[in-house]
């Protein structure tokens, strides 16, 4: 112990007395853990921490997949993660081994409530609400923080309405005043009474940035909603997450769950037909640790986040690669004093042991300065990653498994970068300084020099093809061809259904919303849908073309479908190719219609035939007829970027398919306005808020974005990655250049002997650059030939995060050699100029 | 045996500038130096002699003064053209042999041969061939200089001097690292190698080497004078 103090303390004198040296390995291994501490901390707070409730340790969920929102008929691969309310309470009733088993709601969006404070004459508020099973809170074992929290006997049919307040929204849209609790609010336009303000450390069973503004009784579902699920046993929409009692067995427990799940199944509709008989033997529910919650998110970013994770990783070992160089040629500079203690008897173990020492020292130090960088580097990925997300339960602040990890990664850094100099340090030879002028450049030292610096270049160019790939397939996505005009479009969505509107009051408001947007300045068009082109949402129906057989389970029938006002082709630029469009003609009472797009005709009539006339329908061979084909549209991306655009239909609103169930009825409420602006439009959104208030006091805006802005959205994550990769790349090329200048310039600085007796032989200035810069190429030559066959594996890591491009890209691949074949010259050039500029006289002088 | 100039070197002028300092180097050296000639340079330490060495041999610059080297002027020539002259026509050999640890001895001589554009790599193989021939080194043609004993190190560097088959072979005090055996040994082929008609200029301080030479030339004070003045001069800094 005493001999660490004193091994410290020497280390410390050593680096206070070489400050330069001191300051570039501190700077550079700040940046290194910096960055890699950042990562950590987002990979913590998103994929590792657990949700801030009682004994996390205890929760388990039934299921694994997101799933979300709402699911008609069977599950992929028949594994369950979604329930109807009829069977969670199956579940929750015959299961013991639960302590508590909890339903909520898998689709909490922003706008899909709509609150007033009753009291007050306020404007209504765009909110968000989750319904959750009365047991919700107990299950957690939550307090209130004020009032009190739900309970079972809230979450009873007839029971009076009660909800429960975010403490983040009682404190953003109430300014925390006490009187909340126990006033009564106006939800979708229904009086409910709001007991109490949950937690404020509590963001909700799972992570996302639109945590839910009001806890309501999943018994109320009915009453606040129009779409009513609630009653429906072939509707799944909950997520169940329950407490298992001490000494659980989860393995049995999921058999068991699996066996409770199959035999709810068995009388359902779905499980009639041969399909259904043949997949309820192998229906099934994964338990899965619900500590995290319902983990939608954390399988969202997971494999980006590794991918950062990885990526951060190696630009570390390339920071060591360089401080390794650094120490080494500390090393040698003081092989004399090496020497001199080992003549005085030191073990070669003890100067290992000191070199260690002030490689670990080092480390720390970088690792203490590296929080700093982890600081702002946390807040600008949260920036990046999570852009306008301020209900994001994720925070730059320093927590304690990040200082954990930052001090393990020093120590780790540490140990890397100092083993192998302080070994060859150690193996000097005490006689290598007697040996003259002319001795050996090429000994163990410089031949590590030269492999760190390879291994750098190696590195680094399995970096920029990394950086390289993402960057061109985030440009492919962002600029492909989305079939649409984006420019001066504006999309604001609206939710009619919570401001109170009936069925029948539709045609009426639509009308009105067209009139009087069309009367605002610069508006040239307006457009309603029942939801927007990429803006995350899809409507999927089987589609059963007429005078063609019944489609089977495995028949791909599906098609993606909207309906829209006869100007919305228009206004998102979608063209009307054949037959016709959506008409005013097309009304509740007149012949029920369809347009239809490009790969709708592809998938459905191959052969040629002509839609434009034909009939399809959606509840199979029976409902055929129900829908005539009018028109077809060019194609448009509506719902995944990525993807091949899916086959569409269109339909007026007001249009009910007598056949089709009660979902076609929540269908009938407009999403989305598109207006089409003449130009840039100032203060746009204030006007639109007030035109809506006018119209209905309850019509609230629950969103406005422009066009473009709702389709950047939806690369967000690309965005961050390609950004952080490219980042992490070119810090990469800068640090391996750095150690190839490095390595270059201490070569030179040791050959400027031989350097002057080569000009004293006649070479001129060309020679001797050329020597010393082909020396330098060589070593990024062979770093390339060693990265070119990493990169094309690594790259396999990427190919899910591509688009358009594959990882074999020889543009990308092209690029990257070229970028470090210039980057290597650079480094190269410095030194080598200086070499050349070298005085013979005065070189063979210092012999 | 000619008698043509090879050298012409008027009132040449070396100040050093270091810290405000100036050192006059050479104040005024007037030298002649025929071809085939070999001239032995003696003087004090300091006096200026590697100093000439180095002008003559085009690794350094006169401040002031003229130079003809084969009936160019020289003095003021720019960095690429010394290079080229250099290699052409001059021959180095350095107190401490100054051979390039990281190269074989054939390596070695075949250097300056690598600097002379256009030189097939036949021709040099046979150059190296021949030069180490010469100096009696062609057995250890794939040796490095540090399994070499000094005399033999020398006995390399002859021949790297040797393989450009240049105008003059400028030694810079060559037997100084050397025991008294070697330093023979390489007196002897210097000696040789002057019978045979190479044009050398030797710096030395020992009487006994100078001797070997045709004509001696002594510096004081980076001036050149006459032996008997000389003997006077060092009487009285010692008196
Ligand atoms: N590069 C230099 N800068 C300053 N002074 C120098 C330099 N080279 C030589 N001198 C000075 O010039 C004088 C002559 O040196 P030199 O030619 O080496 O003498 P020597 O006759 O011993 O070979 C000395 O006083 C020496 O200190
Ligand atoms: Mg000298």
């Known amino acids: 112990m005493n001999g660490l103090m004193q091994d410290v303390t020497y280390a410390l004198r050593q680096l206070r007395k070489a400050p330069g040296f001191t300051l570039t390995a501190v700077l550079t291994l700040a940046l290194g853990i910096g960055a890699n501490a950042a990562i950590f901390t987002l990979v913590h707070a998103v994929l590792l921490q657990n949700l801030p409730v009682s004994d996390p340790k205890s929760l388990v969920r039934l299921g694994d997949k997101d799933d979300c929102c709402v699911m008609g008929g069977r599950p992929e691969n028949e594994g369950y993660s979604l329930f109807a309310y009829d069977l969670y309470k199956h579940l929750r009733d015959s299961a013991p081994e639960f302590e508590q088993l909890a339903a909520m709601q898998a689709g909490v969006s922003q706008g899909a409530l709509t609150a007033r404070r009753g009291a007050s004459n306020s404007l209504s508020k765009a909110s968000s609400g989750e319904f959750v099973s009365g047991n919700y809170f107990q299950t957690f074992g939550l307090q209130s923080y004020a009032g009190r929290l739900l ?27 006490p009187s909340v609790v126990g006033s009564i609010f106006e939800l979708n336009t229904h009086p409910v009474t709001v007991v109490g303000i949950t937690p404020p450390s509590f963001y909700g069973d799972r992570m996302t ?134 003549a005085l008897g030191a073990a070669r173990k003890r100067i290992i042991r000191q070199m260690l020492t002030e490689s670990l020292v080092l480390a720390c130090l970088g690792g203490v300065a590296g929080l700093a960088v982890s600081y702002a580097g946390t807040r600008m990925l949260l920036a990046l990653a999570f852009p306008d997300s301020p209900g994001l339960p994720i925070h730059a602040s320093p927590s304690l498994p990040m200082l954990g990890f930052a001090f393990g990664l020093s120590l780790l850094t540490g140990l890397i970068f100092g083993i192998a100099p302080a070994w060859i340090t150690s193996h000097s030879e005490p006689a290598e300084s007697l040996r003259g002028a002319n001795r050996s450049t090429r000994d163990s030292a410089s031949l590590l020099q030269r492999s760190l610096v390879v291994t750098q270049a190696a590195l680094s160019l399995v970096l920029l093809v990394g950086a390289g790939l993402l960057t061109r397939s985030l440009n492919k996505l962002e600029h492909q061809n989305f079939g649409l005009q984006t420019e001066n479009r504006v999309v604001i969505h609206i939710s009619p259904d919570n401001a109170g509107y009936k069925p029948d009051q539709l045609q009426a408001l639509y009308g009105e919303i067209e009139d009087r947007f069309r009367a605002l300045p ?41 309906r829209v006002t006869p100007d919305f082709f228009q206004v998102i630029g979608q063209r009307i190719l054949r037959g016709r469009g959506i008409t005013d003609q097309d009304t509740g009472t007149s012949p029920i219609v369809a347009v239809v797009n490009e790969t709708f005709v592809k998938k459905f009539f191959p052969n040629g035939e002509d839609p434009i006339g034909a009939h399809f329908g959606l509840d199979g061979v029976k409902s055929a007829g129900e829908i005539e084909i009018v028109g077809v549209v060019s ?19 007001l249009q009910h398919a007598p056949l089709s169930d009660n979902a076609d009825v929540r269908s009938l409420f407009a999403g989305a306005i598109m207006l089409q602006m003449r130009g840039p439009s100032e203060g746009l959104e204030a006007q639109v808020r007030r035109t809506l208030a006018n119209i209905n006091p309850n019509l609230t805006v629950v969103n406005f974005n422009t066009f473009g802005g709702q389709i950047e959205g939806q ?26 200048y490095g390595v270059t310039a201490y070569t030179v600085a040791r050959r400027t002997p031989e350097i002057g007796i080569r000009m004293a032989l006649g070479a001129g200035r060309g020679n001797v650059v050329s020597m010393v810069l082909r020396e330098a190429m060589l070593q990024a030559g062979v770093g390339l030939a060693i990265g070119l066959p990493v990169a094309l594996l690594c790259v396999r890591f990427l190919k899910t995060q591509l688009y358009g491009t594959g990882g074999q890209d020889p543009v990308v691949f092209a690029g990257a050699i070229v970028v470090l074949v210039v980057s290597a010259c650079v480094a190269g050039l410095i030194p080598a100029r200086r070499a050349a500029s070298t005085d013979p006289v ?5 012999e | 045996m000619a008698t043509d100039t090879m050298i012409q070197i008027e009132d040449l002028k070396k100040i050093f500038y270091t810290d405000e300092i100036e050192t006059h180097a050479l104040s005024g050296v007037h030298l002649n130096i025929n071809r085939g000639e070999y001239v032995a340079m003696s003087g004090p330490s300091g006096c200026g002699k590697s100093t000439l060495l180095s002008i003559i041999g085009l ?60 030189m097939p790599a036949t021709e040099r193989k046979k150059r190296v061939q021949e030069s180490l021939e010469r100096v009696n080194m062609a057995h250890r043609m794939r040796h490095y200089p540090a399994q070499l004993s000094g005399g033999q190190q020398q006995r390399v560097a002859v021949a790297r001097a040797l393989a450009g088959s240049p105008s003059i072979l400028l030694a810079d005090e060559p037997t100084g690292n050397l025991d008294s055996k070697n330093g023979e040994a390489v007196m002897k082929l210097l000696q040789e190698l002057h019978a045979e008609g190479a044009t050398i200029c030797m710096v030395t301080h020992d009487p006994r080497f100078a001797a070997h030479a045709e004509r001696q030339v002594h510096l004081f004070d980076g001036k050149v004078v006459a032996e008997g003045e000389l003997n006077r001069l060092l009487a009285e800094v010692e008196g």
């Open chain 1, 151 to 177: 309970l079972p006997s809230d979450d009873v049919a007839g029971a009076p309405m009660a909800a429960v307040l975010s403490y983040r929204a009682w404190q953003r849209d109430y300014a925390m005043d």
């Open chain 1, 209 to 342: 940035d639109t945590p839910p503004d009001f806890y309501l009784p999943v018994t109320m579902e009915p009453i606040l909603d129009p779409g009513a699920l609630l009653k429906r046993p072939e509707a799944s929409w909950l997520y169940v997450l329950g407490r298992v009692k001490p000494g659980t067995q989860i393995g049995p427990l999921q058999e068991k769950m699996s066996g409770l799940l199959r035999d709810w199944l068995i009388p359902q509709k779905v499980y009639q037909n041969a399909d259904g008989k043949k997949a309820l033997p192998k229906s099934h529910i994964v338990l899965t640790p619900g500590g995290v919650g319902i983990a939608n998110m954390q399988a969202e970013y997971r494999s980006g986040l590794e991918l950062l994770m990885g990526i951060s990783g190696l630009v570390l070992l390339i920071a060591c690669a360089n401080i390794a160089n650094l120490v080494l040629v500390r090393g040698m500079a003081r092989r004399a004093e090496t020497s001199i203690r080992m």
């Open chain 1, 522 to 562: 610069g508006v040239e068009g307006v457009g309603l849908s029942l939801y927007t082109p990429l803006e995350g949402d899809n409507w999927g129906e089987g589609v059963t073309i007429q005078g063609r057989p019944e489609p089977g389970q495995n028949d791909h029938v599906g098609a993606s479908w909207d």
């Open chain 1, 635 to 653: 194609d448009v991306k509506y719902v995944n970027p990525r993807e091949a655009v899916q086959a569409m239909y269109f339909r007026p609103f």
């Open chain 1, 715 to 740: 690369f967000t994550q690309e965005k961050l990655i390609a950004r952080l990769t490219l980042m992490f790349g070119m810090l990469a090329l800068v640090l391996a250049s750095v150690g190839l």
């Open chain 1, 842 to 846: 005065k070189a063979l002088r210092t």
């Open chain 2, 59 to 118: 690794l350094d610059t006169p401040t002031g003064g003229s130079y003809t080297l084969n009936g160019k002027a020289v003095a003021n020539l720019n960095f690429a053209d010394r290079s080229r002259i250099r290699n052409q026509e001059i021959g180095f050999i350095f107190q401490s042999f100054n051979l390039i640890g990281d190269l074989t001895v054939a390596e070695n001589v075949e250097l300056p041969l690598t600097y002379r554009a256009g």
